[in-house]
């Protein structure tokens, strides 16, 4: 997939970066806080907790406890006016460019005849559940509790992305509508899990989407979850963050079993993998980011940098193929936490304790060895074709931010592609997070 990279240009707004990730944005103005991803596909979230008004283009946005979310739809482009009225007649204004997303074609083969081609035995079905969803879709724009301010986390865990957002679908050889969502193969009986706190809107067994759950976020933000094999959830009931709501699935149109991801902001079509890039937190969320250049790591909570580490990366530099020897860059989450109440100087093999410790060299000496100490946070790559699968996996390259016994080299790339810590900071680190916390490794 070709994306071009987004230009936004801020009018009287001084920005202070928080979680803030190549082609997302988050600053803050005073009692300003915007963050996202202006481009076709994304989403951008506010906290304007004094403000009186949001404008999107002149036109008034849902505001509730200083809360508001914009999207915008997979086609979208040009230029976009974001404006914050103050009760005392202060304004706040930005402009956003939106530049054209270029789309892949996907080929889908081995569908069912009547999922590729409508019968008329089942027309009548199918125009039933389009009103049906609709109806639903117009009720998420009546939910005014900002729910999405709890931040998203992805459904489920691990997968094979099989289908990005945007393509353009030809099955079996019938060009259908763009992809409105992500599918990740996964096997029959996964947990799936709400990516963010919500209301249940619908559920059902509808012709194409199979069993399904509709979750409203607040102000017209709704996620979409497909071809569950079991639904876990009630209309109308209140969900969190990462409860379950069903199960993978093959029901309605589908080859095998996977997920479909969906998310909509009204009947603009939001590309759910940015939603992990907004750079949006709340109080409780935490996320890692590195900076290769500054050789630092820091500890975001509720978007703000609690913790900041000396760390030593790559001595090749950056880049993400296997067998490079660098340090990969692009959102990651951590897969596994290794090595709990290990003495520190533990020597880890294999992601095993040797049971050996190592000696510790505060000065700049290199021994040869790239010992793991102490304790390992195993990463795994959240973005497909940039540092997930193929040969650019961050998990089938075994990278990790890990203790060293080269203590005296932290400050300045050394690893052969890990991220390196001293090892009383990754012991800090490690008892302060979560599998599941995002990291974000960029130049």
Excluded at 34 to 48: D, E, F, S, T
Aim: net charge neutral.
């Amino acid at each position: 997939m070709n994306l071009k990279i987004v230009k936004i240009l801020f009018i009287a707004a001084a920005v202070s970066p928080l979680f803030n990730p190549p082609a997302a944005f988050s600053g803050s103005d005073g009692e300003v806080r915007i963050y996202g991803n202006a481009r076709p596909g994304g989403l951008i979230l506010g906290r304007v907790p004094e403000a009186e008004k949001v404008l999107l283009d002149g036109a008034p946005l849902d505001l509730e406890d200083g809360f508001f979310t914009a999207g915008f739809d997979r086609d979208e482009e040009g230029k976009r006016i974001i404006e914050v009225l103050f009760p005392d007649n202060r304004r706040y204004r930005r402009e956003l460019f939106l530049e054209e997303r270029e789309y892949h074609t996907q080929h889908v083969r081995g569908l069912q005849d009547r999922h590729v081609v409508l019968r008329d035995e089942d027309l009548e079905r199918v125009i039933s559940e389009r009103e049906e969803y609709r109806r639903a879709l117009k009720e998420s724009k009546n939910i005014q509790t900002p729910y999405y301010r709890s931040g998203f986390i992805r459904p489920v865990l691990g997968g094979r992305i099989t289908g990005v957002f945007g393509s353009v679908r030809i099955l079996d050889g019938v060009k259908g509508r763009p992809h409105n969502g992500i599918d990740i193969a996964l096997p029959e009986g996964t947990p799936v899990k709400a990516m963010g706190d919500g209301r249940v809107l619908l559920t059902g067994d509808f012709f194409y989407n199979g069993r399904f759950v509709m979750l409203g976020h607040g102000h017209g933000l709704v996620s979409l979850y497909l071809h569950l094999s079991t639904i876990e959830a009630e209309e109308g009931a209140e969900v969190r963050k990462g409860d379950k709501i069903g199960e993978v699935g093959m029901t309605g149109r589908a080859t095998g079993p996977h997920l479909h991801w969906g998310v909509q902001w009204g009947n603009r079509r939001i590309d759910p993998a940015l939603l992990l890039d907004t750079g949006f937190a709340s109080p409780e969320d935490k996320k890692i980011r590195v900076s290769v250049s500054r050789q630092r790591l820091f500890l975001y909570e509720g978007g703000e940098a609690v913790r900041e580490y000396p760390v030593s990366t790559a001595k090749k530099g950056t880049g993400n193929r296997i067998g490079s020897y660098r340090t990969p860059l692009g959102l990651h989450r951590v897969s596994a936490l290794i090595g709990d109440g290990a003495e520190s100087g533990t020597v880890f093999v294999g992601r095993r304790d040797t049971g050996r410790v190592a000696e510790i060299h505060t000065d700049p000496v290199k021994t040869g060895e790239d010992a793991i100490t102490t304790r390992i946070l195993r990463l795994e790559g959240l973005e497909p074709g940039i540092n997930r699968g193929g040969d650019v996996d961050t998990f089938r390259r075994y990278i990790y931010i890990h203790g060293t016994h080269e203590e005296g080299l932290i400050g300045s790339p050394a690893s052969r592609g890990c991220i390196r810590m001293r090892n009383r900071d990754v012991i800090e680190l490690f008892d302060l997070v979560d599998t599941g916390t995002l990291v974000k490794i960029e130049e």
